[in-house]
């Protein structure tokens, strides 16, 4: 399998329309920047925090407590919901950039996942009757599960109905409805559920914990996937890497978001970081003109001068290290 880059996931000749696309939903949610509301921490409910950064005309702090990094003040559940009906920046991703990526998004990101997932089944010995994916977009994730034949029944939560669409025409059950409206009996409760790169953009973080921690069965395990705050993309380009964006509220680190599972009495098992996109992201903005390296050599040797030698070295190194800008956490039910 051969090593993802941001080419694979983000093809640069599609780019230049979703940046357009992105600068209008900033706009648009700017436009209602009246409504916005200050909020404690996400993570912890801390209420001290110290300002971090602006961008966009959106303004970023870190809790003092936990360091996670988020919007504050934000937009409410409400506004969220207005902004996504009719964002051209999330149609262009759907429409275009998303289809002409998923030949290269499943092989390099979901069939990685899925092999990640079924380890951790057998890991932790998980049941595999059945499977729930809150966020199921395109449904890539869901059809290789499917595909595998392991769990007797697989899921997908996506209240968006183009989507929900696209997830049934590839052969999948769906949910087409908020998760905070699903309403399940004990006996339809899931053996793993999972989310992967949605926690980031909810006004309330914690309520969406509470409600996957609802679905799943005593002794079942969810899986968490979000950037890491604390990831080096994050931490060394700042305003500047695409990650922080004006759809991304949260901004947890490996122990913040266990914490906060840990809150909803949930066991811990283990965190990573998986991510296997920050050297490559970095060097691009290097290389782009838009991240200056002339000040800091080592970065430039690694990222530059060297990188058919050392990049994927230091990229390997991140991960081990829990320094990716991906990262996961999965944690159990109790049983009691």
Same mark, same amino acid.
């Given at each position: 399998?051969?090593?993802?880059?941001?080419?694979?996931?983000?093809?640069?000749?599609?780019?230049?329309?979703?940046?357009?696309?992105?600068?209008?939903?900033?706009?648009?949610?700017?436009?209602?920047?009246?409504?916005?509301?200050?909020?404690?921490?996400?993570?912890?409910?801390?209420?001290?925090?110290?300002?971090?950064?602006?961008?966009?005309?959106?303004?970023?702090?870190?809790?003092?407590?936990?360091?996670?990094?988020?919007?504050?003040?934000?937009?409410?559940?409400?506004?969220?919901?207005?902004?996504?009906?009719?964002?051209?920046?999330?149609?262009?991703?759907?429409?275009?950039?998303?289809?002409?990526?998923?030949?290269?998004?499943?092989?390099?990101?979901?069939?990685?996942?899925?092999?990640?997932?079924?380890?951790?089944?057998?890991?932790?010995?998980?049941?595999?009757?059945?499977?729930?994916?809150?966020?199921?977009?395109?449904?890539?994730?869901?059809?290789?599960?499917?595909?595998?034949?392991?769990?007797? *029944?697989?899921?997908?939560?996506?209240?968006?109905? @183009?989507?929900? /669409?696209?997830?049934?025409?590839?052969?999948?059950? $769906?949910? %087409?409805?908020?998760?905070?409206?699903?309403?399940?009996?004990?006996?339809?409760?899931?053996?793993?559920?999972?989310?992967?790169?949605?926690?980031?953009?909810?006004?309330?973080?914690?309520?969406?914990?509470?409600?996957?921690?609802?679905?799943?069965?005593?002794?079942?395990?969810?899986?968490?996937?979000?950037?890491?705050?604390?990831?080096?993309?994050?931490?060394?380009?700042?305003?500047?890497?695409?990650?922080?964006?004006?759809?991304?509220?949260?901004?947890?680190?490996?122990?913040?978001?266990?914490?906060?599972?840990?809150?909803?009495?949930?066991?811990?098992?283990?965190?990573?970081?998986?991510?296997?996109?920050?050297?490559?992201?970095? *060097?691009?903005?290097?290389?782009?003109?838009?991240? @200056?390296?002339? /000040?800091?050599?080592?970065?430039?040797?690694?990222? $530059?001068? %060297?990188?058919?030698?050392?990049?994927?070295?230091?990229?390997?190194?991140?991960?081990?290290?829990?320094?990716?800008?991906?990262?996961?956490?999965?944690?159990?039910?109790?049983?009691?």
């Amino acid at each position: 399998m051969s090593t993802l880059t941001e080419q694979d996931i983000r093809p640069a000749q599609l780019m230049a329309k979703q940046r357009i696309a992105a600068l209008t939903d900033v706009g648009r949610m700017l436009s209602r920047c009246s409504e916005f509301v200050l909020v404690d921490c996400p993570a912890c409910g801390a209420d001290a925090h110290v300002p971090k950064f602006e961008k966009n005309g959106i303004s970023y702090v870190e809790c003092k407590k936990c360091q996670t990094f988020y919007v504050n003040p934000r937009p409410p559940s409400d506004v969220l919901e207005w902004f996504y009906r009719g964002s051209p920046n999330y149609a262009y991703w759907n429409e275009v950039i998303f289809p002409a990526s998923e030949a290269a998004r499943r092989e390099r990101i979901f069939v990685p996942r899925v092999d990640r997932l079924l380890d951790l089944c057998q890991k932790y010995k998980v049941d595999t009757n059945a499977i729930l994916e809150i966020g199921a977009g395109f449904g890539t994730f869901c059809g290789e599960v499917k595909r595998r034949n392991v769990f007797t *029944r697989v899921v997908a939560v996506e209240p968006t109905p @183009d989507l929900a /669409k696209t997830c049934r025409e590839r052969g999948l059950e $769906v949910i %087409e409805k908020p998760v905070e409206q699903i309403q399940l009996d004990a006996a339809e409760l899931f053996d793993v559920v999972a989310s992967f790169e949605v926690i980031e953009h909810l006004f309330a973080p914690a309520d969406f914990v509470g409600h996957m921690t609802r679905l799943l069965r005593p002794g079942g395990i969810m899986m968490l996937a979000c950037p890491n705050g604390q990831g080096f993309d994050i931490e060394t380009l700042g305003t500047a890497s695409n990650t922080v964006d004006h759809e991304h509220l949260n901004y947890f680190n490996p122990n913040s978001l266990a914490g906060l599972l840990a809150q909803r009495g949930l066991e811990i098992l283990e965190s990573f970081t998986p991510g296997k996109l920050d050297a490559d992201l970095v *060097r691009n903005k290097i290389l782009a003109g838009e991240f @200056d390296v002339s /000040k800091q050599p080592f970065l430039k040797r690694i990222l $530059v001068d %060297e990188w058919e030698h050392l990049g994927g070295a230091f990229q390997e190194f991140l991960i081990q290290q829990g320094l990716s800008s991906n990262m996961w956490v999965v944690a159990r039910k109790p049983l009691g």
